[in-house]
Nanobody
Framework: QVQLVESGGGLVQAGGSLRLSCAASGHTFSGYPVGWFRQAPGKEREFVAAINWSGGRTYYADSVKGRFTISRDNAKNTVYLQMNSLKPEDTAVYYC?????????????????WGQGTQVTVSS
């Protein structure tokens, strides 16, 4: 079983940047797609970005496209989310999970194995 631990969140001013990390333990996730998701208070958890096993294909929610970049280093068993030009509406708890193949259209109604999440707060 692949277990993931999120880190790197914090408090940042609007327009600033953060880099989140998703580290695997127990097993490598080098052969699996990995996605980032977020959940703000009172809102449903939403898809943010995903990356395939090799790093050659990525997916982004429209709300973060052009601002966020997902990447992975399989040698380190880590997936990253570089977040630039942050906005207050990006404030949420961010989670990563191994996801199904095929892209975000296949993530709905799936029982994903979430970690503890990492809090991102963007002040105005």
């Amino acid at each position: 079983q692949v277990q993931l631990v999120e880190s790197g969140g914090g408090l940042v001013q609007a327009g600033g940047s953060l880099r989140l990390s998703c580290a695997a333990s127990g097993h490598t996730f080098s052969g699996y797609p990995v996605g980032w998701f977020r959940q703000a208070p009172g809102k449903e958890r939403e898809f943010v970005a995903a990356i395939n096993w090799s790093g050659g294909r990525t997916y982004y929610a429209d709300s973060v496209k052009g601002r966020f970049t997902i990447s992975r280093d399989n040698a380190k068993n880590t997936v990253y989310l570089q977040m630039n030009s942050l906005k207050p509406e990006d404030t949420a708890v961010y989670y990563c999970a191994v996801v199904p193949t095929g892209g975000p259209q296949n993530y709905k109604d799936k029982n994903l194995n979430w970690g503890q999440g990492t809090q991102v707060t963007v002040s105005s």
